[in-house]
């Protein structure tokens, strides 16, 4: 059923004001910082609200709906492991102070500081094309989730000629966000997701309620009891058949925020906008509480399996299944993958009343605009900053370097819109992401890691580290593209024994470690794209240690590069955040990352962050020490945790953090703009991303 005038309008106002907003802000502008980093001027509420926004993008959200449509809260449950984990590298700023210490604009600019201009340039360009690999996707679903949802037909006529509704959608939609990001760069791309993402609190909350007054508890019970064994969606200890998403799926992950730490660069201009270090840290401190209803609108996607699982919607789910089964392509794979994408979104337009449906119309439109606009400015800027102006001995004037990244984010559109058009989609969004990004992530987190921590890393290492995780990545992106056609034929017809041979050795692995699951198809590589970045970033790990060990001539200098003791720009106490010889290591206060910086009002938020997070880890583990060495739950028991501890306490924390961050963020808004108005900014024209070299 297509949208109603009122779901337009409700979708169109909220745009006008965003757009009206961002256009205030491009007139203040003046030179390459500004452009690339906001001037170095953002508060923390405004930094965590708008790089959540950006982070947590319209195929973000369809990859979750992909996987927990088919896993539950199961597998979910498991991510408990990484709870400290994350607690410990939000608390001490982990990688983040560091970065922002250096004042670079770029990571690879960070990479010339602390390796070479010629690894500057390779990471970079690494960067760039792994980049604009991942990120040409994403028109492609937004486009399809438009086209899907809105009930628009696959063409139109427009002055005789017949046009393709898809490709018109994803152009109308990089329109905008080119519209946003050429004008103003970094400071309007963060003030519109920052309203953006004030805008998805609200969303969120309306979106949930709707939810529970459609569906009852009994309903979900009846559902999610439904599940053959081994694929339950409440019982984590039922899941051994669950091969794309498992156990090891999550354990990958939080060696993944670990390892990769501000490697992927789709944000990059959120790494460097930060008013001081301190206020950078804070902001991802704030990360911790962030996400509001983000998490109970997981809500949405189990909404969804019920209305196509339910006898009592069985009628409506034959609707949204005849819907679905329109959907065609030239692969067998690629349409498959593309009617599971859509599977929750059209659920959802048939469950939502008029009003709410244009409102979550607006939700995914602005989910989508936050990354198009956050990942247009990183990639365009990247090419430009890395790439390009390191050949260049001279500098450009501050307008023609404008011009240049201007030119370069609207090339990177372009692109994207081309291969959004032609490329067949054969696997599942989170695993696109993973291959796709390990081309370079495989050897970024041993560059960066190394290189901010440790003093005899080299840049040789850091070659050999990159490198491996190039090619590691590069052929693991051909092995899930064209596994089915021609890998897997080529190999059947001419080396069948061979083949044979690699997928029993692959079951018996699959046997031996039951969280892997590794089985031999004709139409999907057995190893996921997570487990591929897995194996290639270890590997690359070891290179980069045992490279550097044979290479390191003389310990490197943190101090000139992080602007410690002498070499100190903007701040008086970095210097006491790691104390020489870290005399109070063991202190619990030095454990938690704080430090002398903090005020009180820091000091009572670390404290928050750390009692919400213990209280989530010991959660996990009183239900996982009882189930693995006590008593085995039973499904009504898993149902009854998912019922008052996820959901129950999961609506607690998001109208808490609605208000909250609502507040914050507006706060910081203002304060900006009172800021930029008066003029204060401290960007200079000199500081366009170069490294100058000292005479």
Not at 448 to 461: E, Q, S
Not at 524 to 531: A, D, L, M, N, Y
Request: glycine content about 10%; overall charge neutral; some cysteine.
């Amino acid at each position: 059923m297509p949208m109603h005038v009122i779901d337009w309008v409700l979708v169109a106002l909220p745009l006008l004001v965003i757009l009206w907003v961002g256009f205030k802000a491009q007139s203040y502008i003046r030179n390459v910082s500004d452009f690339l980093s906001a001037g170095r001027c953002a508060g923390r509420y405004l930094l965590s609200v708008a790089d959540g926004s950006a982070g947590l993008g319209l195929i973000t959200m369809v990859g979750m709906f992909e996987m927990y449509y088919r896993t539950g809260n199961s597998i979910g449950f498991w991510s408990g492991t990484g709870i400290l984990v994350g607690l410990a590298m939000t608390m001490t700023g982990f990688v983040t102070y560091r970065y922002r210490e250096t004042r670079a604009m770029t990571l690879a600019q960070f990479f010339e500081m602390r390796y070479s201009r010629s690894f500057r340039v390779f990471a970079g360009l690494l960067s760039f094309l792994s980049g604009i690999l991942n990120y040409a996707l994403f028109p492609a679903i937004g486009g399809r989730f438009f086209l899907y949802y809105c009930g628009f037909p696959d063409s139109f006529h427009l002055f005789g000629l017949e046009w393709s509704t898809f490709g018109t959608l994803m152009a109308l939609f990089l329109g905008v966000a080119l519209v946003i990001v050429m004008t103003g760069g970094q400071l309007t791309t963060m003030i519109t997701d920052c309203l953006q993402g004030i805008y998805s609190y609200f969303a969120y909350a309306l979106l949930v309620g709707v939810i529970f007054y459609t569906f009852s508890f009994a309903q979900f019970k009846e559902v999610m009891f439904a599940r053959p064994e081994g694929y339950s969606f409440i019982n984590p200890f039922d899941t051994g058949m669950m091969t794309d998403f498992n156990i090891f799926y999550v354990l990958i992950g939080i060696f993944y925020t670990i390892y990769c730490r501000m490697a992927w660069q789709g944000n990059q201009g959120y790494n460097s906008c930060g008013a001081s270090p301190h206020e950078q840290k804070m902001g991802g401190v704030l990360g911790v509480w962030r996400n509001g209803f983000q998490t109970v609108a997981l809500l949405l996607v189990f909404g969804a399996y019920v209305y196509m699982n339910h006898a009592d919607f069985a009628s409506q789910a034959a609707e949204v299944n005849a819907e679905l089964s329109q959907i065609r392509f030239d692969s067998v794979q690629t349409t498959q993958t593309i009617r599971e994408q859509m599977t929750v979104p059209v659920a959802l337009r048939s469950i939502f009343p008029v009003g709410v449906t244009g409102v979550f119309c607006a939700l995914a439109l602005f989910l989508m605009l936050s990354t198009d606009t956050t990942y247009l400015h990183s990639w365009g800027s990247i090419l430009v900053q890395d790439v390009i102006l390191p050949f260049r001995r001279k500098p450009l004037s501050p307008g023609a370097h404008l011009l240049a990244l201007r030119l370069s984010i609207f090339a990177v559109a372009a692109f994207a819109w081309v291969f959004s058009f032609y490329f067949g989609q054969v696997t599942y969004i989170l695993m696109f992401f993973a291959v796709t990004g390990t081309i370079y992530l495989g050897g970024a987190g041993s560059a960066i890691i190394g290189g901010l921590y440790w003093k005899r890393g080299t840049a040789a290492g850091a070659w050999a580290a990159m490198v491996f995780g190039c090619i590691g990545g590069a052929g693991g992106f051909l092995l899930q593209k064209y596994w089915e056609r021609p890998i897997y034929p080529f190999l059947d017809e001419h080396v069948p024994e061979l083949l044979a041979s690699f997928g029993k050795t692959l079951e018996a692995v699959g046997r031996a470690v039951p969280i892997l699951n590794w089985k031999m198809s004709p139409t999907s590589f057995p190893i996921s794209g997570q487990e591929l970045f897995f194996f290639v970033s270890v590997l690359s790990i070891l290179l980069y240690v045992a490279v550097s060990l044979l290479t390191c001539r003389k310990p490197f200098d943190f101090d000139r590069m992080l602007h410690r003791g002498k070499y100190n720009l903007e701040h008086h106490t970095a210097a006491d955040a790691e104390p020489p010889g870290n005399p109070g290591f063991l202190r619990w206060k030095t454990l938690l990352g704080i430090t002398p910086e903090y005020t009180r009002g820091d000091r009572i938020l670390a404290y928050s962050v750390l009692a919400w997070t213990l209280l989530g880890f010991a959660e996990f583990l009183f239900a996982a020490i009882v189930n693995l060495f006590i008593t085995r739950w039973s499904n009504e028991a898993w149902f009854l945790w998912w019922e008052y501890i996820t959901v129950g306490q999961g609506l607690l924390y998001g109208v808490v953090t609605t208000v909250w961050f609502t507040w914050g963020g507006l706060r910081d808004l203002r304060r900006l703009f009172r800021h930029l108005k008066n003029n204060q900014s401290t960007s200079d024209d000199n500081d366009d991303g170069r490294i100058v070299p000292e005479e």
